[in-house]
């Protein structure tokens, strides 16, 4: 078992029905669908948020009567002024709210003398970030994964070249984008509305639970369900700030998936660039009967701070794992659209492991998202064959979408081949492949004191200060996160008094 509450995961919950979704024109529309029949709350965290954004698109850039998010919310609350509309949304720091158009201040104004509660959170140490992207209706249906609800990130699973749907408000389209969000009915979405209403009391502005009245919470009908009666696990990272205690569920998740993998460690993740991550996966390749390990990135980050320090650093951490492969076992991918012209920005943040284990959520594969930031990741952990089976289709649908095959074909050709890169090369054989190699970039002398000492990518609060020692407290770090779950192996009574299910803290 995986998910162990107070260790890897925060809660283990039932959901009566869940759904891993594709990209964000699948997201959106499921969305509004739900928030539409709320009849008690909606709450949504995010780490940015623009009321401009439209949920169904079109082709001139704009939409249906009332269909931009900011809109969309306002008339809820107006109309139904019993449901409690909130948003909650990290206060970022200038020079990242000027890249994104000011959304955090165009947003407050937006709601303004509207009943609308919006509020942007300032409660995490200086440079850090609030990342949790949850959005919950009803305390029945919530959303949990990498997406933002933002101007420039909605894309379908075509991820065409060129989509005029893709327009922002100030006339130019952005590029194609991946994205992965998980859809939970049930007690785990109640779960993750104490999670945002933790958030609010962090913030300063306590939310109330909402009543036990009659729910309006319907399963959106263009989704299809993945899963039912599941268990789910919620893992958190929380810095160690303002009186709270650090929480690190996410590494130790990805650490105790990594260790427990037997034939397949699937990871597709904005930024790869984690040295303990890196450590945990070369352990692996090292073994002669150890798993595969597939990776899936962006080719070269969209931001200029982001190519400076992340990928800098993961060349690195691609070096290190290409040097650890002696079983050849090991293949890292960037996607591309299908004419071969643009490549796909992963934002998405998803591991497969062995068809027993799928986790999306918030958390990149680095020091950041470790111990700095705030992070909410969900996980179905298989119970039985037909869960596993499930899991089984979701990953055969998610490499489909890359390279333009029905999920059908994918299947056959991993059960063909035994291999996840082998299927992918016997598919993606093309002139023009949508799946090409990762390459480390070469780095000069100042990228090597960039991803020497990981700048950009502080571990916790006290790192942040101090890069000079980050290697030597990231390896002190790994060796308490593993005697942790050496701990949770031979002594799993000790774990958690309450057994499947860990006590939510009284504030956070």
């Given at each position: 078992m995986l998910l162990h509450p107070g260790l890897t995961c925060?809660?283990?919950?039932?959901?009566?029905?869940?759904?891993?979704?594709?990209?964000?024109?699948?997201?959106?529309?499921?969305?509004?669908?739900?928030?539409?029949?709320?009849?008690?709350?909606?709450?949504?965290?995010?780490?940015?948020?623009?009321?401009?954004?439209?949920?169904?698109?079109?082709t001139h850039g704009g939409g249906p009567p009332g269909d931009r998010i900011g809109d969309l919310l306002r008339n809820i609350a107006c109309d139904k002024p019993e449901v409690d509309v909130r948003v909650l949304v990290w206060k970022s720091a200038l020079p990242i709210a000027a890249s994104q158009h000011f959304f955090p201040h165009r947003a407050r104004r937006f709601f303004a003398h509207t009943p609308v509660r919006f509020r942007l959170d300032a409660s995490v140490p200086f440079g850090a970030c609030h990342h949790q992207k949850v959005l919950v209706i009803d305390d029945e249906i919530?959303?949990?994964?990498?997406?933002?609800?933002?101007?420039?990130?909605?894309?379908?699973?075509?991820?065409?070249?060129?989509d005029m749907r893709r327009m922002m408000p100030w006339g130019q389209t952005h590029g194609p984008r991946h994205e992965v969000m998980a859809i939970l009915e049930g007690p785990v979405a109640e779960a993750l509305g104490e999670l945002t209403r933790l958030?609010?009391?962090?913030?300063?502005?306590?939310?109330?639970?909402?009543?036990?009245?009659?729910?309006?919470?319907?399963?959106?009908?263009?989704?299809a369900v993945d899963f039912r009666d599941v268990q789910v696990g919620i893992a958190r990272t929380e810095p160690a700030w303002g009186g709270y205690p650090a929480v690190r569920e996410t590494?130790?998740?990805?650490?105790?998936?990594?260790?427990?993998?037997?034939?397949?460690?699937?990871?597709?993740?904005?930024?790869?660039?984690?040295?303990?991550?890196?450590?945990?996966?070369a352990e692996r390749l090292s073994e002669p009967d150890g798993p595969e390990v597939v990776l899936v990135s962006t080719a070269r980050a969209p931001s200029w701070f982001d190519h400076a320090t992340m990928d800098r650093s993961r060349?690195?951490?691609?070096?290190?794992?290409?040097?650890?492969?002696?079983?050849?076992?090991?293949?890292?991918?960037?996607?591309?659209?299908?004419?071969?012209?643009?490549?796909?920005?992963?934002?998405?943040?998803?591991?497969?492991?062995?068809?027993?284990?799928?986790?999306?959520?918030?958390?990149?594969?680095?020091?950041?998202?470790s111990g700095f930031d705030s992070e909410c990741d969900v996980a179905v952990e298989a119970e039985d064959a037909t869960q596993s089976a499930a899991i089984a289709r979701f990953?055969?649908?998610?490499?489909?979408?890359?390279?333009?095959?029905?999920?059908?074909?994918f299947q056959t050709a991993y059960e063909d081949t035994g291999s996840l890169a082998g299927a992918i090369d016997r598919l993606d054989d093309g002139e023009l492949r949508r799946l090409r190699p990762l390459e480390p970039a070469r780095l000069g002398p100042i990228a090597s004191i960039v991803s020497t000492f990981h700048l950009g990518d502080p571990a916790e609060p006290a790192d942040s200060w101090r890069p000079w020692r980050r290697k030597g407290d990231l390896e002190r770090t790994r060796q308490a996160l593993l005697a942790d779950l050496a701990l949770a192996r031979t002594a799993p009574g000790k774990i958690s008094s309450a057994g499947k299910r860990a006590p939510a803290p009284a504030d956070g």
């Open positions: 925060w809660r283990l919950e039932r959901a009566s029905r869940a759904a891993f979704l594709l990209d964000n024109a699948t997201y959106f529309s499921a969305a509004k669908a739900a928030m539409l029949h709320a009849k008690r709350s909606i709450y949504l965290l995010g780490w940015a948020f623009d009321p401009l954004t439209q949920m169904e698109p079109d919530a959303f949990c994964g990498g997406g933002d609800i933002c101007t420039d990130r909605w894309d379908t699973v075509r991820h065409r070249d060129s958030r609010w009391r962090r913030a300063g502005r306590p939310a109330p639970t909402p009543e036990t009245s009659e729910s309006g919470a319907v399963w959106p009908a263009q989704v590494e130790r998740l990805h650490l105790a998936a990594i260790a427990a993998a037997r034939r397949l460690i699937y990871l597709e993740n904005q930024y790869l660039t984690s040295p303990i991550i890196a450590q945990a996966l060349a690195r951490f691609l070096k290190q794992l290409a040097a650890a492969d002696i079983h050849g076992r090991f293949r890292a991918f960037c996607p591309f659209t299908r004419q071969g012209k643009t490549g796909i920005i992963v934002h998405s943040k998803v591991a497969i492991i062995d068809d027993i284990l799928l986790r999306a959520g918030s958390a990149n594969l680095n020091n950041r998202s990953r055969s649908r998610l490499l489909a979408h890359y390279i333009g095959c029905s999920p059908e074909q």
